[in-house]
């Protein structure tokens, strides 16, 4: 049986919300320092790492044109898009990849404003992109003061 856009629709909503998600072994998740990813194309073995709770604020279906279908995603932070397809194929009792990702938005940035696409990259349109940075570029530093191990002394710390 093919996978109908109804079938897609009524599983999307099993990913929206609060979920448990399985990190995917080839990502930037460490193991005794080292990405798992690198561990594995040594050759050695690695476990997966165990679900973990991860927040999808909406999921959408954007295209269905069997067998790809787009989606529009808005997630919190350590989401993976991969592993969430592939869910959506195991849920639908079949296989699914990702052929193509976007990322269109980080925190307060969106590709649409921020990105400066390539016959802009010139000194001029680089600079006038930062000009919203200017007053953090041009204000004071924030400074800590540390105690030391030797009475008297402080460090002072700029970030």
């Known amino acids: 049986d093919q996978v109908t856009k109804g079938d897609l629709e009524n599983v999307l909503q ?3 919300g609060d979920i448990m998600q399985v990190p995917p072994l ?19 073995a690695v476990e997966a790492k165990p679900a973990r709770p991860v927040r999808v604020y909406s999921l959408s279906l954007q295209q269905f044109q069997p067998p790809l279908f ?16 592939n869910d959506i194929g195991k849920e639908l009792s079949t ?17 649409e404003e921020h990105a400066l696409h390539e016959d802009k990259w010139t000194i001029d349109e680089i ?8 007053a953090l570029l041009l204000g004071e530093p924030a400074r800590k003061k540390l105690k030391t191990e030797h009475p008297g002394e402080t460090a002072v710390i700029c970030e």
């Not at 787009?70 to 397809?85: A, I, K």
């Not at 600079?127 to 940075?133: K, N, P």
């Open 127 to 134: 600079a006038q992109s930062l000009e919203h940075c200017r």
């Open 70 to 85: 787009t989606l529009d995603v808005e997630c919190g932070g350590g989401f993976y898009v991969r592993s969430l397809v």
């Open 26 to 44: 080839y990502s930037a998740l460490k193991k005794d320092g080292e990405r798992l990813s690198t561990l594995m194309k040594r050759g050695e």
């Open 14 to 16: 099993k990913f929206t």
């Open 95 to 111: 296989c699914a990849s990702v052929q193509e990702l976007t990322r269109t938005k980080q925190g307060p940035f969106t590709l």
